[in-house]
């Protein structure tokens, strides 16, 4: 009040003054007097209302920009200035801001927003700042002025200027600046002391608007913390929480960028920066992850905010002393000021905040730089709260997953189930992507493989082979694939790939041990979010993993005994089958079946070599593929460095062939490209051995995974091994038994071959043949003493046929007959099933097999059987037989008696049916053993009959046999059918000989000659 009282009286004075002036004038006259008296109370009035209007705003309004907008005109207006500006003065940079101007008109050019440096003329630096006084000039061609401010004042065109200064307390807090550049103005000491009210009002309205900007600020800082602290009450997600915190701290301290980094230091790869949360005010803000990012830059970080606890304030990072490495990394972001403050509390460090201005330079406060301090605290607060709720909701999760882990454990023996149900509750307990159970494979089993997939768009890891998982006993624990993919310069390998196309981003692996025995791995991928396990994570996982280790262990323990009881099983049918097959070849495919089934292999192969000198020529007896479509060894040429290595492996060093992994074995390159051409992952082959040397091999081969082969397999197939060479000789002994009894038996028959075709033409041939197999087995059930009451055995038409080779129709004509001439008696029921009896009377027996006239048998009234056909033409019997055999089989046949015709100059053009019907039925069974086709059995058959033997033993089929080995088993195939046709008639006593004028010698000699090759 004093103060205003003070101004009034000094405006009073003032006044009174230019009064006393104007009464002083007496020149002038009193109208011209009065005029000028009214013009000054007129003006004094005006600037009155200006001032006070000033007044009015600066109370009305706490706007300052408003306030010095509307002042900076009435200023201009009341002087009747060109331009006018009030420039506010920041301490900080040291210069003047410009940000309100009047001006009269267009014509004048604008000055605002300029920065209005300190290098003013240098008396006027004094003047104003340090004086604090008004700085006038009232014509710029005044010679007082120096040519310091000449340059300043034609630098803006100006003729006259006032420049008052704005001051609070000896503070200066701006200048206002009335500038004239049309004309000059001579300014007045009452201009300049309304200049000067006006000045502190402006500096009354300058400090009311910092102190209402700071009441506002600390507003809206209170109001940010309380909502910051209600979000943190409300909400334990923390992943929310964070992001409204970014959104608000944005906005508040007007940064493009606010983002919050978690820096994990207490995991075993290092330190690792998770950027929790950011908030962009625009989406053409870059990130991180837009430019080539400098990883020392999360070291410098982290360097400065949490281990020298420090504020990363830059308020120029151009200017700033921080590394070039730091600098070039956010000028790409291109970032101009940076704010960063640690999320700490004493040593318990977690990350930090950070603020990005890129629009503009921004100079951080100490208010502001407190706050973000206090907002720090408070995100530490929030951040421990929620991982407090989270770690103990995750510890509540795990105990009850692994007591239902080892509820199903206990409570279950079907370990598929169980370890569907532990992927399962895992993934979904754990937010996974992917939970995987690897089993090592035992060697029996394939790769044992069980998985979780969160979602039907993920591809499956079936089928991916897991041998780089489960190799070693090491964990692998990967937090960021792209910075372990760099660090290990792995950017381009495969594994790369594998990780891009399976979009793995963090992947743990921890090996499932039992009793220091790897057996499998868990693993567990994320794809949807990045993770950093912790050393808490990694112990649950262990403790799970070792619970695997129980389940998994008890599992192969029921399995290896469920296995052990179903190949004892197997085992003994095999060897049942081999002990009552007396022909080991007509079960040998049964057997490599079963022997597939126990070992559970793709294919079994069993090899003979027929030389004990040449192991090159091979025959293989038995290749028995559990899959049609596998290539096995009879489907492509081997190549001699692959028989060179199995000769020499099996029969010169007698040892086996195990190969686990053919790709990581160290067998030739040459057998691994054969082995991987056919498809074979895995092999074990073993000699078959015999007294005096290996009578050949036997093989096991895995196509679909790499097995380990255990040792109780190798014994189980070394004593399969035995018994296959033990039925092989089995099989030889009763061979060599049946043909010395059948070469015993063609000696006795030989001196009644004469006699038998008497028998044949007085009865006829059919029905000698069905007499002598009627009375062979007659006498052999007789003497198992299993006729009936009256005499009779029990048998069908069909099995009759199968010995007689006659067709139904002829079979029943020629037991009618036999009936006819009191031979036998006859009987048939409604089953089919054929009743005979014997009449044993040697005497009508010798009336039919003495003299062909058969006097005494026409006195009895018996018509021979002389119209029965015995010999035919081959072309007849080439067409009989075509519509029973294959054209080829019977081509061959014809081939084959034409050729021994001509070979054995024999002119006759007939032979008997049953010797065409055997011969056709050899070749056919013969063609289809080996495969042949007519082409084939004429090369066969022409070296047989041939006067000079092929020396160059050419092969004729795939299998690698040579002519001359099938030949030498075509003769012995032959000749034992033909004497099995002989004894079907030969053993009863009543003997005949169909073969025609064919000489048996060819046969008979094959019954001392050795199979050489």
Known sequence: MQKKVSKRKKNYITNKERFSSLKDQKSLSKEEFFAEYINLLSDLRERERITRRISNQIREFLDLNQVLKTTVEDVGRLFNADRCLIALFNPETSKLYSENEYRISGNIPSILYTQLPLDIPHNWQKTLFIDKNSVVINDEKSNLLNTEEKQYISLFNIKSLSITPVVYKGEILGVITVQRIQSDKQWESKDIDILKDISDQIAIAIKQAELYSNIKKQAEREKLLRKIIETIRSSLDIDDVLQIICKEVAELFDVEKASIVEIKTDIPQGPQFIFKCAY?????????????????????????????????????????????????????????????????????????????????????????????????????????????????????????????????????????????????????????????????PT?????????????????????????????????????????????????????????????????????????????????????????VFSYKDLEFFRTLANQLGITLQKSRLYLTLKQIEEREKLLKKIINTIRNTPDINKSLNTICKLIAKLFNVEKVLVVDFPSRKNFKEYYIKQECKTNKHIIGISDIRINKKTIEYWENEIFVKKSKVIINNITKSDIPDQLKKTFKQIGIKSIIGLPIKKADGIWGSISLSQYNYYRNWTKEEIRLLEIIADQIYLAFLQSEMHTTIKRQIEVESLIRSDNSIVINRNLAQNIGLNCAISYSAIVKIYHYIKDEGKLDSDGYFVSTMENLTSSTYLSISEQKNALQELTDLALIKYKEDKQNKIYIRILEDENIIKNYISDPKLPHINKQGIKPKSTEKIFYNISELYSIYSKYYPKNCVNSAKYFIDKSKLTQNIESTKITKQYFAVISRTMHDFMQQYSLNFNNMRSIIDEWFSKNPSKANHQIIKFGLSNKILVNRLEKTLFYRLQEARLLITDCGSKMDFYSNTNLNLYNKIDSEKDED
């Open 280 to 440: 962009k005010t625009r989406e053409d803000i870059l990130s991180s992850t837009d430019i080539d990012f400098d990883l020392r830059t999360h070291n410098y970080w982290k360097q400065v905010i949490l281990d020298n606890q420090e504020i990363l304030a830059i308020n120029n990072l151009s200017e700033s002393n921080t590394p070039d490495y730091f600098k070039k990394t956010y000028e790409l972001l291109k970032v101009k000021s940076i704010l960063g403050i640690g999320i700490k509390k004493d040593d318990d460090k977690w990350g930090g905040i950070a603020l990005h201005k890129v629009d503009n330079y921004k100079n951080w406060t100490e208010d502001e730089i407190s706050l973000l301090k206090v907002i720090a605290d408070q995100i530490y607060i929030a951040i421990k709260q929620a991982e407090l709720y989270t770690e103990t909701k995750k510890q509540a999760e795990r105990e009850y997953l692994l007591r239902n882990i080892i509820s199903t454990i206990r409570n279950s023996s079907d370990i598929d189930e169980i370890k569907q149900t532990i992927v399962n509750d895992i993934g979904k307990t754990l937010n996974a992507d992917r939970c995987i159970i690897y089993d090592i």
């Open 443 to 531: 060697g029996i089993d394939s790769y044992n493989y069980t998985e979780y997939l969160s979602s039907q768009d993920l591809k499956s890891l079936k089928g991916v082979e897991a041998n780089f998982i489960t190799e070693n006993k090491q964990e692998i624990v990967i937090n960021d694939t792209k910075k372990y993919l760099k660090d290990h310069n792995l950017a381009e390998t495969q594994t790369a790939k594998y990780l891009e196309e399976m979009n793995i981003k963090p992947v743990l692996s921890i090996p499932i041990i039992y009793a220091d025995e790897v057996l499998g791995a868990f693993v567990v991928h994320f794809t949807r979010k990045k993770i």
